[in-house]
C-alpha cells in the first residue's frame, strides 16, 4: 500500500503510517464529522449573512447561533478529534489500545446527545448534554488509562495533554458557547490542545522533527496550563486579561514549534499537502495567538473563534483527514497537489471570515467567500465520503467479522 501511494503521490515521500494492532474506526467517526462539517457550514454562512444585515435577523437568531457552535465545535471537530484519538491515540501516547467494540459506543452517544442537546424541551435537553458530555468523558478517562500504562516520556508532553482536551470538550455542552469569550476558551483548551498533540505525531513521524522529552516536554505542559488558566480567567471573569492569555499561547507555540524543530523539517521535506497543512496551522495559531495582544480592548474575541476554527482546526483536518483516509483504502482522497490548492483557498476563506467582525469587507466579499467554501466542500466532502464508505467495506464492524 506504501508503494501504491508512493506512485500515486511522487513528489511526496512514501507515507510512514501509524502501527496499527486492530481494523480502522475512523470511518465510522469520520463520517459524522462530514455532516457536521456540511451543517456548520450552511448554518455558519446564515449567520454571517444576518450578523452582516444581508438577511433579515430571524426571531430566533440565538437558536440558530448555537446550534452552529455546538455542530461545529462538538460535532465536526469533536467527531474528527475522537476518531483521530481512538484510533492513533494510543500509538501516539505509546500505550495499549483497547478492543474497537469498547469504544464505538461513544459514536451514537454524541449523535443522540447533541440532537437532545438542541431540543427546546428543557428534560431532553438536559439528557442530551448529558449524553454528549459522556461521550467526550469516557475517552477521557480511557486514553488517561493508556497514557498511565504507556511509555512514560509521552505522558507529560502527549497523554495528559489530549486527555484533559476531551475534559474540556465534555464541558463543552453546559456552557454559554453563544458568548464568543467562552467559545474562544473552549477552542483553545480543547479542539487546538488536542490538534497540538496531532502535530507533535505528525512533525516527529511524517516531517522527521524531534519529540518533545525531557525538560522541553515539561516547559511545554507547564506553559500550555499556564495558558489555560490565564484564558480561563479571560473567558470566565475579564476578558481585559486576553492580552495575557494571548501571550501565553505564544509562549507554548513557540515551545512547541523550536523544540520540535516543526520549521526546519518542513523546509528540508519535500513541498506536500502535509508539510502545508501544518505551517497553515501553526501560522493560523500564531495569528489567534496575537490577535490580543495587538488589539488590546479592542479585541474581539468572534475573529479568533472562526480564524483558530475555519484557518487551524478545518485546515488540519482537511490535510490529515485526507492522508489517513487515503491510507487506509489505498485510494487518494485528492491529489497531493490538488489538495494543496484546496488548503490555501480554504485559508483565503478563514481570513475572510475572520476580519469582517472588525467592519472589514463588503457584501460582495461575503457572497463570494460563500460560493468559494461550497465550491471547496464539495471537492474535498465528495470524494471524502467515498473513502470512507471504501474503508466500511473492507473492514466491517468488529461485530460483522
Given at each position: 500500500m506504501?508503494?501504491?501511494i508512493?506512485k500515486?503521490?511522487?513528489?511526496d515521500?512514501?507515507?510512514q503510517?501509524?502501527?496499527?494492532s486492530?481494523?480502522p474506526?475512523?470511518?465510522r467517526?469520520?463520517a459524522?464529522?462530514?455532516?457536521?462539517?456540511?451543517l456548520g457550514?450552511i448554518?455558519?454562512?446564515m449567520?454571517?449573512l444576518?450578523?452582516?444585515g444581508?438577511?433579515?435577523?430571524?426571531?430566533d437568531?440565538?437558536t440558530?447561533?448555537?446550534?452552529?457552535?455546538?455542530?461545529?465545535i462538538?460535532?465536526?471537530?469533536?467527531?474528527?478529534l475522537l476518531?483521530?484519538?481512538l484510533?492513533?491515540g494510543?500509538h501516539?501516547i505509546g500505550g495499549?489500545?483497547p478492543?474497537?467494540?469498547n469504544?464505538l459506543?461513544?459514536l451514537?452517544?454524541l449523535?443522540v446527545?447533541?440532537?437532545?442537546?438542541?431540543?427546546p424541551?428543557?428534560?431532553?435537553?438536559?439528557?442530551g448534554?448529558?449524553m454528549?458530555?459522556?461521550?467526550f468523558?469516557?475517552?477521557?478517562?480511557?486514553?488517561l488509562g493508556?497514557?498511565?500504562?504507556g511509555m512514560?516520556?509521552?505522558?507529560?508532553?502527549?497523554g495528559i495533554?489530549?486527555?484533559?482536551s476531551?475534559?474540556?470538550?465534555a464541558?463543552?455542552?453546559w456552557?454559554?458557547l453563544?458568548?464568543?469569550?467562552?467559545a474562544?476558551?473552549?477552542?483553545?483548551?480543547?479542539?487546538?490542545?488536542?490538534?497540538?498533540?496531532?502535530?507533535?505525531q505528525?512533525?516527529?513521524?511524517?516531517?522527521?522533527?524531534?519529540?518533545?522529552?525531557?525538560?522541553?516536554?515539561?516547559?511545554?505542559?507547564?506553559a500550555?496550563y499556564?495558558?489555560?488558566?490565564?484564558?480561563?480567567?479571560s473567558?470566565?471573569?475579564?476578558?481585559i486579561?486576553?492580552?495575557?492569555s494571548?501571550?501565553?499561547?505564544v509562549?507554548v507555540?513557540?515551545i512547541?514549534?523550536?523544540?520540535t524543530?516543526?520549521?526546519?523539517?518542513?523546509i528540508?521535506y519535500?513541498?506536500?499537502?502535509i508539510?502545508?497543512?501544518?505551517?497553515l496551522?501553526?501560522a493560523?495559531?500564531?495569528?489567534s495567538?496575537?490577535?490580543?495582544?495587538?488589539?488590546?480592548?479592542?479585541?474581539?474575541?468572534?475573529?479568533?473563534?472562526?480564524?483558530?476554527g475555519?484557518?487551524v482546526?478545518?485546515?488540519?483536518?482537511l490535510?490529515?483527514?485526507?492522508?489517513?483516509?487515503?491510507?487506509?483504502?489505498?485510494?487518494?482522497?485528492l491529489?497531493?497537489?490538488?489538495?494543496?490548492?484546496?488548503l490555501?483557498?480554504w485559508?483565503?476563506?478563514?481570513?475572510?471570515?475572520?476580519?469582517?467582525?472588525y467592519?472589514i469587507?463588503?457584501?460582495?466579499?461575503?457572497?463570494?467567500t460563500?460560493h468559494?467554501?461550497t465550491?471547496l466542500?464539495?471537492?474535498w466532502v465528495?470524494p471524502?465520503?467515498?473513502n470512507?464508505v471504501?474503508?466500511?467495506?473492507?473492514?466491517p464492524?468488529?461485530?460483522k467479522?
Amino acid at each position: 500500500m506504501k508503494s501504491l501511494i508512493a506512485k500515486i503521490i511522487p513528489t511526496d515521500p512514501p507515507m510512514q503510517p501509524m502501527t496499527l494492532s486492530r481494523e480502522p474506526i475512523v470511518n465510522r467517526f469520520w463520517a459524522t464529522g462530514l455532516v457536521g462539517l456540511c451543517l456548520g457550514f450552511i448554518l455558519g454562512f446564515m449567520l454571517w449573512l444576518w450578523q452582516q444585515g444581508i438577511m433579515e435577523t430571524p426571531d430566533d437568531y440565538f437558536t440558530f447561533k448555537i446550534a452552529h457552535a455546538k455542530i461545529q465545535i462538538l460535532l465536526f471537530a469533536g467527531s474528527f478529534l475522537l476518531g483521530f484519538a481512538l484510533q492513533a491515540g494510543p500509538h501516539v501516547i505509546g500505550g495499549p489500545p483497547p478492543p474497537s467494540k469498547n469504544i464505538l459506543f461513544y459514536l451514537p452517544m454524541l449523535w443522540v446527545g447533541i440532537a437532545l442537546s438542541m431540543v427546546p424541551d428543557p428534560m431532553l435537553s438536559l439528557i442530551g448534554n448529558a449524553m454528549t458530555s459522556f461521550a467526550f468523558a469516557g475517552p477521557a478517562f480511557l486514553l488517561l488509562g493508556i497514557t498511565m500504562a504507556g511509555m512514560p516520556h509521552f505522558r507529560i508532553p502527549r497523554g495528559i495533554p489530549i486527555s484533559a482536551s476531551f475534559v474540556i470538550l465534555a464541558l463543552a455542552p453546559w456552557l454559554d458557547l453563544n458568548d464568543p469569550d467562552i467559545a474562544l476558551f473552549v477552542i483553545w483548551c480543547g479542539p487546538v490542545t488536542a490538534a497540538l498533540v496531532a502535530a507533535q505525531q505528525l512533525t516527529n513521524n511524517v516531517l522527521g522533527g524531534k519529540l518533545l522529552q525531557g525538560n522541553s516536554s515539561v516547559l511545554f505542559l507547564s506553559a500550555l496550563y499556564m495558558a489555560w488558566l490565564l484564558t480561563a480567567v479571560s473567558a470566565f471573569l475579564d476578558s481585559i486579561y486576553w492580552h495575557f492569555s494571548g501571550i501565553a499561547w505564544v509562549v507554548v507555540l513557540y515551545i512547541q514549534a523550536k523544540k520540535t524543530e516543526l520549521l526546519l523539517s518542513a523546509i528540508r521535506y519535500n513541498f506536500s499537502a502535509i508539510q502545508v497543512t501544518l505551517l497553515l496551522a501553526f501560522a493560523g495559531l500564531f495569528a489567534s495567538a496575537i490577535m490580543p495582544i495587538v488589539h488590546g480592548e479592542d479585541f474581539m474575541a468572534d475573529a479568533a473563534v472562526h480564524l483558530l476554527g475555519a484557518g487551524v482546526i478545518t485546515i488540519l483536518i482537511l490535510g490529515v483527514a485526507a492522508r489517513v483516509a487515503s491510507f487506509f483504502c489505498g485510494q487518494m482522497v485528492l491529489p497531493d497537489r490538488a489538495l494543496i490548492y484546496l488548503l490555501f483557498a480554504w485559508s483565503i476563506l478563514a481570513i475572510a471570515r475572520t476580519i469582517t467582525p472588525y467592519g472589514i469587507g463588503s457584501t460582495g466579499l461575503i457572497m463570494g467567500t460563500m460560493h468559494l467554501g461550497t465550491f471547496l466542500l464539495i471537492i474535498w466532502v465528495v470524494p471524502m465520503a467515498r473513502n470512507i464508505v471504501k474503508i466500511g467495506q473492507q473492514f466491517p464492524p468488529p461485530n460483522k467479522q
